[in-house]
Nanobody
């Protein structure tokens, strides 16, 4: 079964840190870009950060300097390190992966930041 499985969400106080992980099943091959998106209640899903297979990254302005995206290409695992979390970071976070044939989405991980 081709899928992305996320882990690492939870409840944290403002100023704290969390790390999200996203593992692609072994049947997903030739992954190019991977990324993290988030969707807060009543808002559209938005890009948080993306990373290419070569390691080039880009971030939403709201998370620059606080979040770090990385990946392990050998294991097809994507990470998002989130530091200095703010209440406005509260959302469901989704990982995303693309290969030449389709786009995959994770199941979503709830991140709640209490002020």
């Amino acid at each position: 079964q081709e899928e992305l499985v996320e882990s690492g969400g939870g409840l944290v106080q403002a100023g704290g840190s969390l790390r999200l992980s996203c593992a692609a099943s072994g049947t997903i091959f030739s992954i190019n870009n991977m990324g993290w998106y988030r969707q807060a209640p009543g808002k559209q899903r938005e890009l948080v950060a993306r990373i290419t297979s070569a390691g080039w990254t880009n971030y939403a302005d709201a998370v620059k300097g606080r979040f770090t995206i990385s990946r392990d290409n050998a294991k097809n695992v994507l990470f998002l390190r989130m530091n200095s979390l703010k209440s406005e970071d509260t959302a469901v976070y989704y990982c995303n992966a693309e290969n030449p044939w389709r786009v995959y989405w994770g199941q979503g991980s709830q991140v709640t930041v209490s002020s």
